[in-house]
């Protein structure tokens, strides 16, 4: 068989040129720390029961810490959380896709930490001193490790004694302060009882101090008992049943 020439397999060959084409590469592109972490904001900010501007992400890393992936529409899907509605470390899996296509999984992790305002004393308060308006600021202040209600505005505060002494800078705890005594030791309080359709009072003497709300002990004037009952307000006290 006679073998062609070469100028016809250069021109075959021009021939067929225009007609091909290299196979085009996929562009790609990197999942970086910040885009990660963007992610792992994200799903953490959509289950907290908490306002999202109250929450911080400290110490967040990831494995692997960076991922390459096809250039499209970039989506996620939570696999795993510990404890999603509480605060601390954090410790998720993702899935990672590109147009719904699953591109593998990332391992996240960070703290969540939640900050908010609170009432701060500006000096230091003996026990038993008054809280007065210019003894008060508020701040921003991360409050995730505090297990105790805080004082949630200054005029909450204002009128209420300290329970002990308390320094410059603290912040205020509900439990850290007490409403000022309305019924003294000895003071002639109305005890009153009964439904909203029926009441009935009586006379008594205090045993003790006690505060709007505070249990304490009055004697009956008219049978001499002593019974325990609940302050209402200055000079009246209420049995509850």
């Known amino acids: 068989m006679k073998k062609p020439c070469i100028p016809a397999l250069i021109f075959l060959t021009l021939l067929l040129l225009p007609f091909y084409r290299p196979a085009a590469a ?14 792992f904001i994200q799903i953490q ?42 605060l601390g ?37 003996a026990r038993g001193e008054t809280v007065g308006s210019e003894d008060l600021t508020v701040a921003r202040h991360n409050i ?14 204002l009128g209420q004694s300290a329970r002990t002494s308390l ?17 003294q030791r000895g003071d002639l309080v109305t005890i ?3 439904t ?13 101090q006690g505060a709007e709300g505070d249990i304490i002990q009055v004697k009956n004037i008219s049978s001499r008992e002593i019974i325990t009952v609940r302050v209402v307000e200055q000079g009246l006290v209420r049995v509850d049943f």
């Open 45 to 86: 900010r959509s289950s907290s029961p908490w306002p999202a501007e109250d929450l911080v992400i400290t110490n967040f890393s990831s494995t692997p810490a960076l991922m390459q992936v096809p250039k499209g529409d970039i989506g996620y899907a939570l696999l795993n959380q510990n404890h999603g509605r509480y």
């Open 167 to 183: 320094q410059a800078g603290t912040i205020l705890l509900t439990n850290s302060l007490k409403k000022p005594a309305v019924v």
């Open 144 to 157: 995730t490790t505090f297990s105790q209600e805080l004082v949630a505005t200054p005029q909450e505060a």
């Open 196 to 208: 909203k359709s029926l009441q009935v009072s009586t006379k008594g003497e205090a045993r003790s």
């Open 89 to 125: 470390k954090k410790s998720i899996s993702v899935g990672i896709t590109v147009a719904g296509i699953n591109q593998g999984q990332v391992k996240m992790e960070g703290d969540l930490e939640l900050y908010g305002d609170v009432v701060i004393l500006t000096r230091r308060l």
């Open 192 to 194: 009153t009882a009964g």
């Open 26 to 39: 996929t562009e790609s592109i990197t999942l970086d720390r910040q885009a990660l972490e963007e992610i």
